[in-house]
Nanobody, 121 residues
Framework: QVQLVESGGGLVQPGGSLRLSCVAS????????MGWYRQAPGKQRELVAA???????NYADSVKGRFTISRDNTKNTVYLQMNSLKPEDTAVYYC???????????????WGQGTQVTVSS
């Protein structure tokens, strides 16, 4: 079974920082793409930052210059360093990965369970 497990969420004051981690585990052949989405109450889930299948990175305009996505391919782990946090960054943050389970399998879309980030004074 494949699992994505996030960690690192919590409560932080405006201007503060948090670092999220997501580990993909299980019978994984390769990871095509991996990144972070978020969903605030009453809003749709949106892309925050991600590595594409080509290895480039995409960021939401609202987080450019403040958030940085990185990864450790040896550990199937992706990180999200969040600096200068704002109250509007409050949301549940979800890890997402597009995975191949074998060399001939289709690409499967997996999601983590989410981690809450609350930015408040």
């Amino acid at each position: 079974q494949v699992q994505l497990v996030e960690s690192g969420g919590g409560l932080v004051q405006p201007g503060g920082s948090l670092r999220l981690s997501c580990v993909a585990s299980g019978n994984i052949f390769s990871i095509n793409a991996m990144g972070w989405y978020r969903q605030a109450p009453g809003k749709q889930r949106e892309l925050v930052a991600a590595f594409t299948s080509g290895g480039s990175t995409n960021y939401a305009d609202s987080v450019k210059g403040r958030f940085t996505i990185s990864r450790d391919n040896t550990k199937n782990t992706v990180y999200l360093q969040m600096n200068s946090l704002k109250p509007e960054d409050t949301a549940v943050y979800y890890c997402n990965a597009l995975l191949l389970l074998t060399g001939r399998s289709p690409v499967y879309d997996y999601w983590g369970q989410g981690t809450q980030v609350t930015v408040s004074s």
